[in-house]
């Protein structure tokens, strides 16, 4: 019994030095992990629901970091591939978040994630791609699509919360984040599957509601 008991608070010490748990929809538990670059002092986990309640969750969860600015061209270490919640920076609605829209590579060169992680913190669903040949032609259909999107549905801006942005180091050639949850697309780009995901996820982080 005093065995148990010691492993009991092993476990308990263990989850405190991560940060913590959160629970996402279905009950799935979200580990709050934080680093050397990006710690979790002063935070607690977001725990996300999908806007509809009456459907299931869209995507798979994955493990939380905390919403933390760090100054420009700080190295951030992610936890995620492509990143889904983590440190970011903070450089005014614009730079870091970056506008919404559809980022060809050539425009999009520096954008690292440093600066569209912000994004996530405020409710958007981001798109990465990794398209050594530029994927003229699927650019040219996902803007079309972001363009046909209704405003924000949480009324902050006149426009989708949504943006497109090359991201070399993922596996996939398309995939979708939100806060705390990533989608897999694959080599084909399905606008389907994404607004699946962006109707399920959009507005759904620490400051989702009510930013731009």
């Given amino acids: 019994m005093r065995r148990r008991r010691l492993l009991v608070l ?5 989850m405190v030095a991560c940060g913590g748990t ?3 929809p279905g009950g799935v538990t979200v580990n709050f992990v934080g680093n050397s670059n990006c710690d979790t002092s002063g935070q607690s986990p977001y725990s996300p629901s999908p806007p509809n ?4 969750p869209v995507g798979q969860p994955v493990d939380e970091m905390p919403h933390v600015h760090v100054a420009e061209g700080a190295q951030i270490t992610y936890i995620h591939n492509p990143p889904a919640s983590g440190c970011h920076y903070s450089l005014g609605t614009g730079t870091a978040p970056i506008a919404a829209g559809v980022y060809p590579g050539s425009a ?3 954008l690292t994630a440093g600066y569209w992680v912000h994004n996530l913190e405020h409710g958007y669903v981001v798109v ?3 398209c050594p040949d530029g994927c ?3 650019l040219a259909s996902l803007n079309t699509w972001y ?3 209704p405003p924000d549905p949480g009324g902050a801006v006149p426009y989708a919360k949504f943006i497109a942005v ?3 180091a993922q596996k996939e050639k398309f995939d979708v984040e939100s806060w705390d949850w990533f989608d897999p697309i694959g080599p084909t780009l399905n606008l389907t599957e994404i607004k699946r995901f962006y109707d399920n996820h959009v507005n759904q982080s620490p400051e989702g509601a009510g930013s731009g």
């Fill in 10 to 14: 092993a476990a308990s010490v263990l």
């Fill in 166 to 168: 090359p991201y070399p």
């Fill in 53 to 56: 309640t009456n459907s299931a």
């Fill in 22 to 24: 959160g629970t996402s």
């Fill in 128 to 130: 990465t791609y990794n």
């Fill in 108 to 110: 999009a060169a520096k």
């Fill in 136 to 138: 003229a032609s699927d």
């Fill in 147 to 149: 363009r046909a999107l």
